[in-house]
């Protein structure tokens, strides 16, 4: 009966811990940070945000600009882009590791990416061919899915 209690009660209390992680919120432009007001007007000048969004998970916050064309770019809490999804146009080649653009050029001949993610551990680039490849930190080939 006591192991029952002491489950029933963690189970609430991990319960109560999860409905606080999910604390996403509109913020305005100007509310992100600086870095990531300057990437966004650098690297999508004429693009319309459609809104701004301030995720917080425990010790973690992140932002996301959406913009009106169905582009997105996700933002650590320090500002520095880690996810970069364009839908239907071309990453802009700037944020493109150039050992990444090289390979694709090479091996994927009239492929664009549409989308690049990074982390602490690898980068992961959308196709428009719909293949996704994933680097090392070295941009070595680790992973080709389909």
């Known amino acids: 009966m006591k192991k029952l209690i002491i489950l029933a009660t963690a189970m609430l209390i991990a319960g109560s811990f999860q409905a606080k992680a999910d604390n996403d919120r509109i913020i305005k432009f100007n509310e992100l940070p600086a870095a ?3 990437f966004t007007r650098k690297y999508f000048p004429n693009e319309k945000v459609a809104y701004t969004k301030m995720e917080r998970d425990f010790l973690e916050v992140q932002y ?8 997105k770019v996700e933002f650590l809490k320090n500002g520095e882009w880690k996810d970069v999804d364009c839908k239907y146009n071309s990453v802009p080649a700037e944020l493109v590791p150039a050992q990444i653009a090289s390979y694709v050029e ?12 990074r982390d602490t551990r690898d980068y992961e680039v959308k196709l428009t061919n719909g293949l996704e ?6 941009f070595n080939i680790i992973d080709i899915d389909d």
Do not use: H, P, W
């Open 64 to 71: 996301e600009v959406m913009f009106s064309n169905g582009s």
């Open 36 to 38: 990531a007001q300057q």
């Open 106 to 117: 090479q091996n994927y001949k009239g492929a664009a990416i549409v989308q690049i993610d």
């Open 133 to 138: 490849l994933t680097f090392d930190l070295r």
